[in-house]
């Protein structure tokens, strides 16, 4: 991100891709209901900051169904939006851009939005029984897992900011041969049936090489198999909205598309029921698992991106408030929704009652402090990566 700012200020009124405003609202919106599951759940991807005593098992294949495609899909739609911004900024004002709208958020999110979640975590797990004051000081005692420091929900940031100055010289050269044959001739080629889908191939040879090794613990310097994805699809989402001929291949090969979706979740959900997957190994079964993960996210995440550039190219009073908030929420959602978790979870009710609690108190919660102490001043929107409002 700011994802919503990259399409705010960079999309020309001719230009404005109102699908992709749409899908990265929707996509910041899942991933609460997705942090208040996993209070629900227990599994591969770790225990998160406040766990109920009971567990769901229908929540817990929620979040293994978004878990496969969610994250790629945030920076494939990061990648889009950086093609409007390179069109209108030079180098030097995309890089600015990147340190306000993402390093800036980033640095003020870790001290301020992350050490409220781990006080909360130690609270419920009984190692920690002193006030917040007392605890701040020692967020700062070493790095998780051995230590309480971490940056929690805010890795999506550094990541993201990382990638866009490590790849912004492959992308300035990409922007600059648009319009040279061999670029026409790949648009034109993945046009073709079902040559959309060959894009996953890179995808699913760094699943299957890297994924046995480096399972996902987002510390950047030692993640490789999530770095080399995640620049991957960054890179693809620049390359989808260089050309219009992209955005015809996923129209073109729609039901395609949708029908392999549904095909290789529906094996990915066998698997998961049969509780026969292979254990983390550069076992030819595992590494053939990972493969096949790497095919399964990026059809999953062109269905979304061409039902989205389908069905949902208008724009309204809804999409306009919720595109500028959606940033803020990203940044505040996981904060509130914790703290609110902790006392949920001591109280007398079921699963579906908290889960319902959870996710939609952290909906208003989060919009309440939004609309009270970000939207309206300017020193809490430039925190949260923001424009500044204009006071004329």
Known sequence: MNLKDNLDKTNSHNERRYDLDWLRVMAVLLLIYFHAAAVFYQGELGEFYIQNNSLSSALGWFIFFVHQWHMPLFFFIAGSATWFSLKLRSPIQYVSDRFTRLLIPFIFGTLILVPP??????????????????FYPQFFYGIRPQGNFEWAHLWFLIYLFVISLVTLPLLLFLKKQTSQRWYCQIANFLRQPGAILLPALPLAVIEGALRPKWFGFQNLYDDWANLLLYISYFIYGFIYCSDERFRQAIEQNLKLIL??????????????????????????????????RGFNSWCWVIALVGLCQKYLTINNGFLQYTSQASYPFYLLHQTVLVALAFYVVQWNLGIAEKFFIVSSGSILLTGALYEVLIKRLNITRFLFGLKPRDIR
Not at 117 to 134: A, P
Not at 269 to 279: F, H, K, R, T
């Open 259 to 292: 029908l392999m979706s549904t095909i290789t979740m529906s094996v990915l959900l066998g698997w998961q029921a049969s509780d026969i997957l292979p254990v983390r190994s550069y076992s030819w079964k595992y590494i053939a698992y990972q493969v096949f």
């Open 117 to 134: 979640q781990v006080y909360y975590k130690l609270l419920s797990h009984h190692e920690y029984l002193g006030s917040y004051i007392q």
